[in-house]
């Protein structure tokens, strides 16, 4: 086996990396029979370098997402239907500030979770993301486990498309249901089919547009409670009647759990950094903004709404998703701005879009790095002349086909099983990010490298990913109480606990077939698709030489 020295001298050349003795027990065996990737700044993705001329892959996938597309991305995902239409149920369930107390907690969480996603995702920008870490780092059965399990979010797709047909039947029925989800699913194939610089290029203006109406809702918010719109000042006046909390501590662990629900996409940054331009530059400002963007986007519009509407008000439940009582519509009324329902339909449209268009993305992207690790079947890592995986794309969009029509045509039970099993299925992925990240520090150090080799370093390593696998798994835990108070309910513990199934029964089975073990510290591999400090450099450099406003333009965002 080569000396440290002579592997890091490898990486730095941008060559690959010699290969492994053929040995079953070693569990870094599944890379050398897999096509090495080392990382290149042209506009591929990878320079990829077959040990196996035979290899069904007919091109790497391509670059194609700016510094503005991952910017803007890292923005979409944490704006979406959870703001716009559960925001007024989360305060109705634990008042003004008990939803305001949740938020800040599942922020923290959150912005945790990402850090530590990003130091490895800027060190090592390859397909599969952290689920391809959990199978260097860890070990390949908690990459098989989380890869799948990952992916199995797919089902998410329906209930976007089926939430955006019912969304257009709320202006007029022009067209059934399955007709609306039809064209919808089939222009989302299509963008992920054509490559991700038309999917990042999407993305962008939908965030922009996400952006907007929030800036715009906290401008009118604030004037409405200060007095400058609507009939009065309000102030902290339903803070203290009909005051600050409801339902007392399970009031607000049931907002806890919800908002966390709110916040699932954000991991797409770490994702896209297999496709993004200069990501040791791109994902550490994603990064690094997303606090600052938990806080206003999140922690502010919780705030203003608590203090704009009582948590008694009968509409703020908006227990039908009817957008004419959204939380956001119902501060536009109080501001005497009567066409708000239509205004806040038409981004609830347009956020369901995105988080299909960015599901089934991620998805295929999962599908990509799985088959890349020899998880998956080898043709589901073929890509197309654009970049895009396509056979993944199509296998994935097949799952959401199906469960969209299976939703729509009386097959309720069935679709309800369905979200069951996939509901727990992110907060699993973002404690599989903490936990790999951890033997990801360890393995560093372990090998004597140095802390300077990290483009990005993650924020209060390892209190950092201490906190997340701890909020983690009291959300995983504990968003079945319901199962057991104020008495047991079987049913309900099934459908609360059986998303934990799919991912044991992975891990078990595949240490039982591949009787895989946990890769040893010194044995880590940290040199294929590590990026050099050669790459640093010149992605600095191309940093620096961005005009003055595309670099205020970056600050700000």
Not at 9 to 35: I, L, V
Not at 323 to 352: K, R
Not at 378 to 394: D, M
């Amino acid at each position: 086996m080569p000396s440290l020295d002579q592997k890091i001298n490898h990486a730095e050349q941008g060559t690959n990396r010699p290969m492994m003795e053929n040995d079953s027990s070693n569990p870094m065996k599944y890379f050398d029979s897999e096509k090495v990737e080392a990382y290149d700044q042209t506009g591929n993705s990878f320079e990829s370098i077959s040990e196996d001329k035979s290899s069904i892959h007919s091109a790497p996938p391509i670059r194609g997402l700016s510094a503005r597309h991952i910017q803007m991305l890292s923005l979409g995902g944490c704006i979406g239907t959870g703001l716009f239409l559960n925001s007024g149920q989360n305060i109705a369930i634990a008042g003004p500030a008990g939803a305001l107390i949740s938020y800040c907690v599942v922020g923290i969480m959150v912005y945790c979770l990402m850090t530590c996603l990003g130091e490895m995702a800027t060190y090592m920008p390859v397909s599969g993301s952290f689920n391809h870490y959990a199978t260097r780092f860890v070990d390949p059965a908690l990459g098989f486990a989380l890869g799948w399990n990952y992916w199995l979010s797919a089902v998410t797709i329906a209930a976007e498309i089926s939430a955006a047909a019912t969304i257009i039947n709320w202006w007029k029925p022009v067209l059934p249901d399955p007709a609306w989800s039809t064209i919808f699913i089939v222009l989302i194939i299509l963008v992920n089919l054509v490559g991700v610089k038309l999917f990042g290029e999407l993305e962008y203006w939908f965030a922009i547009l996400k952006i907007a109406i929030v800036f715009v809702f906290i401008i009118i918010a604030i004037c409405v409670t200060t007095g400058g719109l609507g009939e009065q000042v309000i102030g902290f006046k339903y803070w203290n009647d009909p005051g600050a909390f409801e339902g007392g501590g399970l009031g607000t662990l049931n907002v806890l759990l919800s908002a966390g629900f709110s916040f699932m996409g954000t991991e797409i940054v770490g994702i896209t950094a297999a496709e993004a331009k200069n990501p040791t530059q791109t994902v550490p400002r994603a990064i690094r903004n997303t606090f600052w963007r938990i806080i206003f986007f999140y922690i502010v519009t919780i705030f203003l709404l608590g203090m704009c509407l009582p948590y008694t008000n009968p509409d703020l439940a908006n227990e039908d998703g009817d957008p004419g009582t959204a939380s956001f519509t119902l501060v536009f009324l109080l501001a005497g701005i009567d066409a708000g329902a239509h205004v806040i339909n038409t981004v609830i449209l347009i956020s369901v879009l995105s988080a299909a268009n960015a599901s089934l993305y991620t998805c295929s992207r999962t599908l990509l790095g799985l088959s890349k690790d020899g998880n998956a079947p080898r043709f589901l890592s073929k890509v197309n002349r654009y970049g895009a995986p396509y056979y993944a794309v199509l296998f994935s969009s097949v799952i959401g086909f199906v469960c969209v029509f299976a939703s729509i045509y009386s097959a309720s039970v069935a679709f309800v099983w369905f979200l069951s099993i996939t509901a727990v299925s992110g907060f699993i992925s973002w404690w599989g990010i903490a936990i790999v990240h951890i033997r990801f520090r360890r393995a560093f150090k372990a090998q004597g490298r140095s802390m300077n080799d990290l483009p990005y370093k993650a924020f209060l390593y390892p209190y950092s990913a201490l906190i997340a696998i701890a909020l983690t798994t009291f959300i995983i835990f504990g968003q079945g109480y319901n199962a057991f108070y104020p008495e047991f309910d079987g049913l309900k513990f099934v459908q609360n606990y059986i998303g934990l199934v799919p991912v044991c029964v992975w891990y078990v089975v595949y240490k039982l077939v591949r009787k895989s073990k946990m890769v040893p510290l010194l044995e880590v591999d940290f040199e294929t698709g590590r990026v050099t400090h050669l790459d640093m450099e010149q992605d600095k450099a191309n940093d620096e030489n961005l005009p003055l406003y595309r670099k205020i333009f970056a600050w700000i965002l």
